[in-house]
């Protein structure tokens, strides 16, 4: 009876251990991700404040006419 205990209690302690590791693992892998889209928050957020002040609008005399004219 105490062995059967035994194997039950050491089976879930190493389940358990495996899953600390899967949830530190995924922990991680959730912050690499959110500083990801921290970044690309941040670099959307200076294209739509260029595009809103006009500073990507092409000056149609800067520009080379097109190759089929």
Request: hydrophobic share 35%.
């Given at each position: 009876?105490?062995?059967?205990?035994?194997?039950?209690?050491?089976?879930?302690?190493?389940?358990?251990?495996?899953?600390?590791?899967?949830?530190?693992?995924?922990?991680?892998?959730?912050?690499?991700?959110?500083?990801?889209?921290?970044?690309?928050?941040?670099?959307?957020?200076?294209?739509?404040?260029?595009?809103?002040?006009?500073s990507y609008i092409a000056d149609p005399a800067s520009e080379k006419p097109?190759?089929?004219?």
């Open positions: 009876m105490a062995g059967a205990e035994d194997e039950r209690i050491e089976a879930l302690e190493t389940r358990i251990a495996y899953q600390d590791q899967t949830i530190e693992e995924l922990n991680q892998s959730i912050t690499e991700q959110w500083k990801v889209i921290d970044l690309l928050t941040k670099k959307l957020a200076t294209l739509e404040e260029q595009v809103r002040s006009g097109p190759p089929h004219y």
